[in-house]
């Protein structure tokens, strides 16, 4: 089965979807912020202010590298995955690739208690989580083969949607 790649900006659900894809379909999932944080013995937090943010972006293209024999996985990706060109032609080779989103207020509800994205740390706002899903929109939709839209939908209802678009 080929791979089902999830991608999309923080908050639109792709770890919740990927869980559920995972246990309802039986694919081992990965998760591209888990595994990074797992191999560096860091938070993504930690990973940022010590590092910097070109390093994690480096980690995210070697993963998608690493990946690329790999098949029969739920990846779900960090938000900023899709932003390199380069790992946007990674993902597509990689598999189907899902795009979940979700208007700005709704991602602004799901994150603002959050503080482990250091990204919008300083700026959790709607205003600037506005700005930033319109400024990545195009590299969003570029790299996405299905686009879900998630507002007001259960998980269960996202998952069906996937599942019907890959049987
Ligand atoms: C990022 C999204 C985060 C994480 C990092 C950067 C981004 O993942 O990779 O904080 O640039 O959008 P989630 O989308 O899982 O929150």
């Known amino acids: 089965m080929k791979n089902i790649i999830l991608i999309g900006f923080m908050g639109s659900g792709k770890s919740s979807v990927s869980h559920h894809l995972s246990y309802t379909l039986k ?9 990074i944080s797992d191999e560096q013995k860091m938070s993504i937090p930690e990973i940022f202010s010590q590092k910097g943010e070109e390093y994690f972006r480096d980690l995210e293209t070697n993963l ?14 960090g938000g900023g995955m899709p932003l390199r060109e380069e ?3 990674l993902l597509k080779i990689l598999g189907t690739v899902f795009l979940l989103t979700a208007s700005p207020e709704t991602t602004f509800n799901r994150v603002k208690n959050n503080n482990n994205r250091p990204l919008l740390n300083d ?20 790299t996405a083969d299905f686009v879900i ?16 678009l890959v049987d």
């Open 64 to 77: 998608l590298k690493n990946l690329q024999n790999k098949n029969s996985l739920i990846i779900s990706c």
């Open 149 to 164: 839209d998630t507002d007001n939908k259960t998980i269960s209802e996202i998952c069906n949607e996937i599942k019907n």
């Open 87 to 89: 790992n946007q032609k």
């Open 27 to 35: 694919m081992q999932e990965i998760d591209t912020d888990k595994y």
């Open 123 to 142: 700026n959790m706002n709607l205003e600037y989580i506005t700005k930033m899903i319109e400024s990545r929109k195009d590299k969003y939709l570029k």
